[in-house]
């Protein structure tokens, strides 16, 4: 049987999931599901060559939309030499496979799993903390190869749901979709940040009686915050500095990444320099989305 011709160079439509155990993949599971994906979850990695080769035979029979997604732990063992193999496998039949890696804090996860009270799948007669700190190890290398890495820590389902959905929404589209987060630094640093900026050297609006109330996304505070000695060339030159970036990971493959912009509590300062540097980074091969992960936590 001749090869299935290759997808275009922009477009990912296999998608392998993984990452830490409790991270929330069942989550990325039901989200693709309800973005047209077909997901096979809990595949074992050894099996992904197979699903690729199903997959081709139902694109030639004319489902040129078909987009896989296979949902990949670390129960199925030997893993992460299965899974390079697999995706190695998948591409000589035409997919271009990327891989999403879910991740969160050792403390998020052992909340998790005493909330369920089950005991983490490598955990064997240790501690929790001991299965969660030997799968992190087990999945180093795959965390770095991961095309998409996201933070589910401080993360509910329906959170991590809205946070997911503009990700796999356009997973397969030509764009670099770039997440603009603000954050507060007092709540730790957002894990998955490719980039991160402290705009704690301007002003702090919280001690303007009139602005204490308001946020960032407020037109008062946006407006003193940006009126700020240093506020606009700072904006400035990230808009500089990102520009040779996004045409590198475009001509790299890489579809998402993460700016964060941070303050003293992710209410004022970051909150607007993330809405003024989403409206400026965006462009015909880029499209931003702004999060603020910390509005509201005060």
Known sequence: MD???????DRADFLVVTGMSGAGRSTAANVLEDHGWYVVDNLPPQLIPAMGVL?????????????????????ARPFSGELRDGLAAIREHGWRPQLMFLDATDEALVRRFES?????????????L????????LLGDLRAEAQVVIDTSGLNVHQLGRKLTPI?????????????????????????ADFVFDMRFLPNPFWVPELRPLTGVDAPVAEWVMGQEGAVPFVDRVVELMTPVTEGYLREGRR????????????????????ALSARLGGDQVATFVVHRDLGRE
Not at 116 to 128: I, M, S
Not at 130 to 137: L, T, Y
């Open 3 to 9: 090869q299935a011709p290759a997808a275009p160079a």
């Open 55 to 75: 997959a081709s035979q139902a694109r030639d029979a004319g489902r040129s939309d078909l987009r896989i997604a296979a949902v990949v732990d670390v129960r």
């Open 116 to 128: 369920v009270r089950r005991p983490h799948p490598l955990q064997g007669e240790g501690r929790l």
């Open 130 to 137: 001991d299965g969660i700190q030997a799968e992190r190890e």
């Open 168 to 192: 796999v929404g356009v997973i397969g589209g030509p764009s670099l979709r770039l997440a603009v987060m603000s954050f507060g630094f007092k709540y730790g640093v957002p894990l998955d």
């Open 256 to 275: 998402y990444a993460t700016v964060a912009v941070g303050c003293t509590g992710g209410k004022h300062r970051s909150v607007a320099v993330a809405e």
